[in-house]
Nanobody
Framework: HVQLVESGGGSVQAGGSLRLSCAASGRTYSKWCMGWFRQVPGKEREGLATIDSRGITAYADSVKGRFTISQDNWKNILYLQLNSLKPEDTAMYYC????????????????????WGQGTQVTVS
């Protein structure tokens, strides 16, 4: 199994920035895909950004140019840099992982991921 723990959420004013972290532990795979998703009550979970073991990234149009996904392989940490935040970015943000290296926009599909963190709240006012 893989355990994921998110951190870095908080409250910020519009136009501000945050950096979310996702610490991964447990079984490791040579091929994988990890991503960031968000969800607000009453809506489906939205894929924001993904990266796989080949370094292929994908972004949702809603965050392209504002959010950046990156990883620290040595520390097994996934990051999401959030810039130019808007009130509509307010949501619970989740980290997810799969042991299949999905690449491209298909990787933004939440149902493809087996492992999920508990989420970290981002509030933009």
């Amino acid at each position: 199994h893989v355990q994921l723990v998110e951190s870095g959420g908080g409250s910020v004013q519009a136009g501000g920035s945050l950096r979310l972290s996702c610490a991964a532990s447990g079984r490791t795979y040579s091929k994988w895909c990890m991503g960031w998703f968000r969800q607000v009550p009453g809506k489906e979970r939205e894929g924001l950004a993904t990266i796989d073991s080949r370094g292929i990234t994908a972004y949702a149009d809603s965050v392209k140019g504002r959010f950046t996904i990156s990883q620290d392989n040595w520390k097994n940490i996934l990051y999401l840099q959030l810039n130019s935040l808007k009130p509509e970015d307010t949501a619970m943000y989740y980290c997810a992982a799969s042991h299949y290296p999905y690449g491209g926009v298909i990787a933004l599909t939440a149902t493809l991921y087996r492992y999920w963190g508990q989420g970290t709240q981002v509030t933009v006012s």
